[in-house]
């Protein structure tokens, strides 16, 4: 008879699908700066790859990784995030419409890259610049947005909605490869 090591939950209700749940959902300021941690890495990375001139299909297969982790994390702010940090804010805030036109320009890049490939000249050059943007976008939410709405924000009620649509994203963009 299998044990079932995954759950250490003494729940009396089993559903017939158990959703894995993964760590206790983060407060939301910090599940959005792992976000931004994780894709600055994967920025590096890919610029190790392009000085190493390395092959196009593994260029390619990062590009497309950053783009689909950015796409996700843009949906998730634009969604939950910037519309509970309008709340808060209550007045107009320059910060969030700024916010959401960078992440206008940012998606205009990301919908170039993936419809080119790394045969083409610019290709490099278009990450570069992606990563450059983003990093600046990143230094306002995180220096900027971040300290202004942490008081007053539920960051764990928050924190448990990103992460729900986050893995909702996710699943949905495995399922369409
Ligand atoms: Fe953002
Ligand atoms: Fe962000």
Redesign the pocket.
Known sequence: MPTNHATTHTSSRSHAAPRTRKAPAADAIKLLRADHAEVKKLFAEYEKLAKAEAPADEREALALDICNKLTV??QI?EEIFYPACRDVLQEKDDLLDE?TV??ASAKDLIAQLQSSSPDDDLYDAKVKVLGEYIDH??KE?QNELFPKVRPKLDRKDLGEQLQARKDELLARLDGTH
Do not use: G, L, R
């Open positions: 994390h843009a702010e916010a960078e992440h976008h990143v939410e």
